[in-house]
């Protein structure tokens, strides 16, 4: 009889659970990035694909790759996360890391393989509130956590986005903005006040979603390489539009709309 096997019924008389080999954690990364993309009813097909594209071309572009590369720790780890309703959160691509060109291209083809997940009403917060889950369960170590939204409309249900936006900045997190204008022109001052926040945050625009896969890789490179990337800014105040719809900032509808 072999040691180990002694030992395993040794164990096994004793009623002790022998212990299973842990897994290596994995090496901590520079950045762990959840882009949490809008795709309530507003976003029609042609615009979802010009969005689900603009993800995959910036993520590939070498320019990032290289960015990626240069960073103190040589590596990122990323995840997709679809939005509408309040119950419709999905993961489109789990985490993945990014290291080097090959890696970038295989999360870029797991988005161009992904599907639309849902349409429905605008819940940016319990959006906000999802990406806090997932990125609490990353599977590295980052010494940034961010979370990027993008979307082209206000919130029109749920719990009010500035509350949860407050308890993800308290929680270490960064919060970036890329507001599509094509239906709402108000919509940059809302995610500057309502939507953005943290340590070194910024808010980019999208004139209309052809313009988005630019804005994409622009605001990508900026938060891998921990700038602001040219054209991003901070509104100082929200415009009356914004102020002139009070439930819709706060994320809130009446019931009747709920039912």
Excluded: C
């Excluded at 919060?175 to 001052?189: K, Q, R, T, V, Y």
């Excluded at 800014?233 to 719809?245: I, K, N």
Aim: aromatic share 4%; net charge negative; proline share 4%.
């Amino acid at each position: 009889m072999t040691l180990a096997l002694h030992v395993a019924i040794v164990a096994l008389l004793s009623g002790v659970t022998l212990a299973q080999p842990v897994a290596a954690a994995e090496e901590p990364v520079d950045l762990a990035l959840v882009m949490a993309v809008d795709v309530s009813e507003s976003v029609d097909h042609d615009e979802y694909i010009l969005q689900h594209e603009g993800i995959a071309r910036a993520v590939e572009s070498a320019k990032l790759v290289q960015q990626v590369v240069n960073g103190k720790r040589g590596a990122i780890e990323v995840a997709v996360m679809e939005w509408s309703d309040r119950d419709k959160q999905v993961i489109t691509v789990d985490w993945m890391r990014i290291s080097d060109q090959k890696s970038a291209d295989a999360f870029a083809a797991a988005v161009r393989a992904s599907r639309r997940s849902s349409e429905g009403l605008t819940a940016i917060g319990d959006a906000l509130l999802a990406a806090h889950a997932l990125l609490d369960r990353a599977p590295a170590a980052a010494d940034r956590r961010i979370v990027d939204v993008s979307g082209d409309g206000m919130a029109n249900i749920g719990p009010p986005v500035q509350t949860v936006r407050d308890e993800l900045v308290a929680a270490g997190i960064t919060i970036n903005g890329l507001a599509i204008l094509a239906s709402e022109p108000w919509l940059e001052s809302y995610y500057d006040q309502y939507v953005i926040g943290g340590t070194g945050a910024f808010l980019l625009r999208a004139e209309d979603f052809n313009s988005f896969a630019n804005a994409m890789q622009n605001k990508m490179q900026g938060e891998v390489a921990g700038l602001t990337p040219p054209g991003a800014h901070r509104l100082a105040e929200a415009e009356p539009a914004v102020m002139a719809r009070p439930a819709m900032v706060a994320g809130r509808v009446s019931q009747r709309q709920m039912q």
